[in-house]
């Protein structure tokens, strides 16, 4: 149904379930007794990471989203994106970490950033499952990585073209 005839495989369902599994260790190692973490999941490609994620964490946490939709459908040059659905947590003194499904351009991410920064939490950092570090625009700071990613457009795992794959159980680049 999806075409999968058209897709060539560059992350294994077993790769990435092993380094979600590392990010989960690594992520209750770092936050152990740390207080209130909230994982925050950009709405909508990075639920299927978040939750897989949020089940290797052996430390409290609440989970939340944020839902963000860029203007025409595609990133605007200045990063400015709309606010679909806030958070329900009130983030003020807490631990957040928000959770990306890939970091490209990186103004998704550095208009989120900014925006979050302003309510005050306690801490802010970014763990993305992809990273793609030759796109990139505006610097921004990412502090787990699941893997880096050369500059082809891939789908899978979250990842959409046109609301489609997101249920691709692996990282595919589309041919
Ligand atoms: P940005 O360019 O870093 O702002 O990324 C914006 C958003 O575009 C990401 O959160 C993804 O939803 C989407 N995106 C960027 N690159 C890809 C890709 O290779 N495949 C699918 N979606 C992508
Ligand atoms: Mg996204």
């Given at each position: 149904?999806n075409?999968?005839?058209?897709?060539?495989?560059l992350?294994t369902?077993?790769?990435?379930?092993k380094k979600?599994?590392?990010?989960?260790?690594l992520i209750?190692r770092?936050?152990?007794g740390?207080?209130?973490?909230?994982l925050v999941?950009?709405?909508r490609g990075?639920?299927y990471f978040?939750?897989d994620l949020?089940?290797?964490?052996?430390?409290?946490?609440i989970?939340?989203?944020i839902?963000i939709?860029?203007?025409?459908g595609?990133?605007?040059?200045?990063g400015?994106?709309?606010?679909t659905?806030d958070l329900?947590?009130n983030?003020?003194r807490?631990n957040v970490?928000l959770?990306e499904?890939?970091?490209d351009t990186?103004?998704t991410?550095?208009y989120?950033?900014?925006n979050?920064?302003t309510?005050n939490?306690?801490?802010?950092?970014v763990?993305?499952f992809?990273?793609?570090p030759?796109?990139?625009?505006?610097?921004?700071p990412?502090d787990y990585r699941?893997?880096?990613?050369?500059d082809?457009?891939?789908?899978?795992?979250?990842l959409?073209?046109?609301?489609c794959?997101?249920?691709l159980?692996?990282?595919a680049?589309?041919?």
């Amino acid at each position: 149904m999806n075409g999968e005839r058209n897709l060539e495989v560059l992350l294994t369902e077993e790769q990435i379930s092993k380094k979600v599994s590392f990010l989960g260790e690594l992520i209750s190692r770092d936050y152990a007794g740390a207080k209130e973490l909230v994982l925050v999941a950009v709405l909508r490609g990075s639920v299927y990471f978040a939750v897989d994620l949020s089940r290797q964490l052996s430390i409290p946490f609440i989970l939340d989203f944020i839902g963000i939709s860029s203007y025409a459908g595609k990133t605007d040059p200045l990063g400015i994106v709309r606010i679909t659905k806030d958070l329900d947590t009130n983030i003020a003194r807490k631990n957040v970490l928000l959770v990306e499904d890939i970091v490209d351009t990186g103004l998704t991410l550095n208009y989120l950033l900014k925006n979050l920064r302003t309510r005050n939490p306690l801490s802010l950092r970014v763990c993305t499952f992809l990273d793609m570090p030759a796109r990139r625009i505006v610097d921004v700071p990412v502090d787990y990585r699941g893997f880096e990613m050369p500059d082809v457009f891939v789908v899978g795992y979250g990842l959409d073209y046109q609301e489609c794959y997101r249920n691709l159980k692996e990282i595919a680049v589309l041919k």
